[in-house]
């Protein structure tokens, strides 16, 4: 969750957001429908011109013409987070993160270099939880793609 985002927006490639507004019937099928969502606020960085995710409290360039030329349509269930939630967030997502860590090293130590003539799987004991991760290595690019058992836990592809 970033400043500046829309606490129901779940991605372009789904077709609606956590309020339940239709991506395509409320800001159209077409390329530019990102462009058009009011679901970002960004600020420009004068020293090259892109846009960024503001931070909290700071002004924002969101205007009805948007820094594409395209025409934003307002959407009266668009709504800011606060920093708490902001903050609330980022440590979910680095707790996440380091138990992904964790499983991926273990996989790195299962993993075989080159890749494997074939496919291979095994069950090993999930670093994070102490269940069952489940791994496989592709023959094919050497992938390696996992998923704990314990609901919630860790699950990946490359």
């Not at 159209?28 to 409290?57: L, N, S």
């Not at 997502?93 to 130590?109: I, N, Y």
């Amino acid at each position: 969750m970033d400043t500046g985002k829309c606490i129901h927006y779940e991605g372009i490639m789904r077709n609606s957001c956590k309020a339940g507004v239709n991506y395509h019937e409320k800001f159209g099928k077409d390329d530019g429908i990102a462009c058009r969502m009011p679901c970002f606020e960004y600020q420009t960085i004068p020293a090259h011109g892109r846009g960024t995710y503001v931070k909290h409290g700071e002004p924002t360039i969101r205007k009805e013409i948007n820094r594409h030329g395209a025409v934003v349509i307002p959407c009266e269930l668009r709504q800011a987070p606060t920093q708490e939630q902001v903050e609330a967030d980022r440590i979910e997502s680095d707790a996440h993160m380091e138990k992904t860590f964790a499983a991926l090293r273990v996989a790195g130590e299962w993993r075989v270099k080159p890749k494997p003539k074939a496919d291979r799987a095994e069950i090993v004991e999930c670093p994070v939880c102490k269940g069952r991760l489940h791994l496989s290595q592709s023959a094919y690019n050497g992938h390696v793609w996992g998923k704990c058992e314990t609901a919630d836990c860790v699950s990946w592809m490359e």
